[in-house]
């Protein structure tokens, strides 16, 4: 009642009014003031919630390729490139970065249409990781050699995956029920 | 406006509460776990990786089914694992008959065998299986001794009885893992080879006393055959 009486007083009180109408343009101004600021805070927002949701499918697409990668006959239509790393032993795979164009050539001619992009491949067995074959393209995948790298190509793999976008991976067997192969993919945009 | 003490107070007190208010909601948007920006539409991509990661085991037990099969044979080959006690004699074509049930072995008993040391095989390497990109408390369930088998023109069909299953917080994700796959060969044409090849290799036997070296497989040879030596 106290707070009706004070509006009714507030309102009938001619001084409280601007002849110019000075408060109520203050008001409007305030008011638009914080519509602007609330709509470039939502806005920018909305732009976080985009780039978070297209790097996710980013990922996803990743492992859409990497499967794909997998699945692409190797030569004629005989076998698949999973199917082609399974039948080699350790010392076969370790040569065939470095000695066969086979799989090199394979793997630029599947992934040409991707701008930047890194494959590496490591044996897993008892013994742990160890790093067999590693094929890029792109500006960025020149990287440090270094003296303590523990795979091949004076590369280290830690490295070698923190200068573009998030690493994909799957596991796929080896015909020698000794060891798994570990392949990581990683794309640039 | 501003000579105007009444409502000077009124404005003052109007904009303190809009500046509070303002601060409070730029502050606690986006804070509460249910509202934060990452987690929009999160369980939804969650739900796509999830089919990713079993895509990724279907391919591994594809394979490790491919590498059983061959090695399954190997042992048919060698007289090794289950095929040890079987009493190798030619399959008569006309086994399937009621009559020559009776025979040994039959084509059941070959069939069983192989069977046996195929999940034997698929057993080992489905056991390597790691998904690293799992997190804690998530774990995918492959099952072993899974699988019933089937010969149909050089492929290997093998039936799933239990589902692959992928157990995370919020998604439960089950896939029937059955697989196709191309072996090159039919089991029972390959029992029958065998024989083909014992007297092969006795001419080999021979051939050796003359002279000759016997052949290895390369990688090579493995590719130009199908993927199969």
Request: aromatic fraction near 12%; glycine fraction near 4%; charged fraction near 30%.
């Amino acid at each position: 009642m106290k707070c009706f009486k004070l509006f009714r007083k507030i309102a009938r009180n001619k001084k409280g009014l601007d002849p110019d109408l000075t408060d109520s343009l203050i008001a409007v101004l305030f008011s638009a003031m914080i519509f602007i600021f609330a709509f470039l805070f939502l806005a920018n927002t909305n732009k976080g919630i985009e780039k978070s949701a297209a790097e996710s499918i980013g990922n996803l697409e990743k492992d859409y390729i990497l499967l794909n990668y997998l699945r692409t006959p190797i030569q004629g239509n005989e076998i698949t490139i999973a199917e082609y790393l399974g039948t080699l032993s350790i010392e076969e795979l370790k040569n065939e970065c470095t000695k066969n164009p086979l799989l090199t050539t394979k793997t630029r001619e599947i992934l040409k249409d991707v701008r930047d992009w890194r494959i590496e491949m490591y044996t897993i067995n008892k013994n742990g990781r160890e790093s067999f074959c590693y094929i890029a393209k792109g500006a960025k995948t020149k990287t440090k050699k270094t003296e303590d790298s523990p795979g091949v190509l004076g590369f280290k793999s830690s490295e070698l995956f923190d200068i573009i976008g998030e690493t994909v991976k799957t596991v796929i067997p080896s015909n020698n029920p000794e060891f798994n192969i570990e392949i990581y993919l990683k794309i640039k945009g | 406006m501003f000579k105007n003490k009444k409502a000077a107070i009124f404005l003052t007190f109007v904009s303190i509460f809009l500046m509070v208010a303002l601060l409070y909601f730029y502050t606690n948007y986006g804070t509460k776990d249910e509202l934060k920006l990452k987690n929009l539409g999160k369980i939804q991509l969650e739900t796509l990786k999830t089919y990713q990661q079993a895509e990724k085991a279907l391919l591994y037990i594809d394979l490790s089914a491919k590498y059983s099969a061959n090695k399954t044979i190997e042992d048919l080959k060698n007289k090794k694992g289950s095929f040890k006690d079987l009493d190798y004699k030619p399959l008569d074509e006309s086994s399937e008959n009621q009559e020559q049930e009776d025979c040994i072995p039959t084509k059941k008993q070959i069939y069983d065998a192989f069977s046996v040391d195929f999940n034997k095989y698929l057993k080992k390497y489905i056991e390597k299986y790691k998904d690293n990109e799992l997190k804690q408390g998530e774990e995918i369930i492959i099952p072993k001794n899974n699988y019933d088998l089937l010969f149909k023109e050089n492929h290997l069909i093998g039936i799933a009885t239990q589902n692959l299953k992928i157990n995370k917080n919020n998604i439960n994700y089950s896939i029937k893992p059955s697989f196709n796959i191309d072996i090159g060969f039919d089991l029972f044409e390959e029992y029958k080879s065998y024989f083909k090849q014992e007297s092969e290799n006795e001419e080999k036997t021979e051939d050796e006393s003359s002279g000759e070296v016997p052949e290895k497989f390369s990688t090579e040879e493995y590719i130009k055959k199908g993927g199969f030596i």
